[in-house]
């Protein structure tokens, strides 16, 4: 299963305000719509990390990279990606006249840790050290962004280096919280063999069986993730008998 693990970094919006104490600003005082200025994307379990910028490659070549990556994959992993880094991407597309890439599947990290645990911040920054990773790479700031924007080769070498990093803990995230996705397309189902729908290992026991209205399902635990899964076969059958 081609998963492909990205980040997206944006720059603001340039309008004209005649006040910062809440400015009401119009279609016409905006200068600069916004928009991505780089991305960096990973094969999930492939070495190797992909960095693509506006100031590096131009525009409209970073646009049609990404595309293409989203073309290959069959999903995607991002940390609240669903809300953000999807639309950012997204409308990029929708402004140049260019057709979706081939349907995908989508894993946000954020939705699991929102979901499962009850954390005093889902912000990624505190996540990754509750689960025992690296943090994310430290800068100075809203000035990096004008920085970078201004040109300057240095902050565009640690923008870089951060969006790389933000990568890298979101793939050791994932593996982390694996077993805790709920929406992860199924390995199985992909390959028609009987592996771990998360993982692909064939190292699972029979534990017990799911209950559901219709009959008992034969339920597994991977020994590699720690994830379950239950039967598509159904052992034994309930006659349901529904109210009138």
């Known amino acids: 299963m081609n998963i492909l693990a990205f980040d997206v970094e944006t720059k603001p919006a340039t309008v004209y305000t005649w006040n910062l104490h809440q400015p009401i600003i119009g279609i016409d005082q905006i200068i600069d719509p916004g928009g991505m200025i780089c991305f960096a994307a990973?094969?999930?379990?492939?070495?190797?990390?992909?960095?693509?910028?506006?100031?590096?490659?131009?525009?409209?070549?970073?646009?049609?990279?990404?595309w293409q990556l989203l073309d290959q994959c069959d999903a995607v992993l991002y940390f609240n990606g669903d809300r953000f880094d999807k639309p950012v991407v997204q409308r990029e597309f929708i402004e140049r006249g260019m057709t979706?890439?081939?349907?995908?599947?989508?894993?946000?990290?954020?939705?699991?840790?929102?979901?499962q645990g009850r954390f005093i911040s889902n912000k990624l920054a505190h996540i990754a050290p509750q689960l025992g990773l690296?943090?994310?790479?430290?800068?100075?700031?809203?000035?990096?962004?004008?920085?970078?924007?201004?040109?300057?080769?240095?902050?565009?070498?640690?923008?870089?280096?951060y969006n790389k990093r933000d990568v890298t803990l979101l793939e050791d995230a994932y593996q982390k919280l694996l077993p805790w996705i709920t929406n992860h397309p199924s390995r199985a189902a992909q390959q028609g063999a009987n592996i771990c729908g998360k993982c692909g290992s064939h190292d699972f026991e029979s534990r017990g069986y799911a209950l559901l209205r219709t009959g008992s399902y034969r339920r597994y635990r991977c020994n590699q993730c720690g994830s379950w899964h239950r039967s598509t076969k159904r052992e034994t059958t309930t006659n349901i008998v529904e109210a009138a």
């Not at 990973?42 to 990404?66: A, L, N, Y």
């Not at 943090?135 to 923008?159: I, N, Q, T, V």
Request: net charge positive; aromatic share 10%.
């Open 42 to 66: 990973k094969w999930v379990g492939r070495p190797g990390i992909e960095f693509r910028s506006d100031h590096h490659d131009g525009h409209e070549t970073m646009i049609q990279r990404i």
């Open 100 to 115: 979706p890439p081939s349907p995908y599947k989508t894993i946000d990290l954020y939705k699991t840790v929102r979901r």
């Open 134 to 161: 690296q943090g994310k790479l430290s800068h100075e700031g809203f000035s990096l962004w004008k920085k970078c924007l201004a040109g300057d080769e240095a902050a565009w070498a640690k923008m870089r280096r």
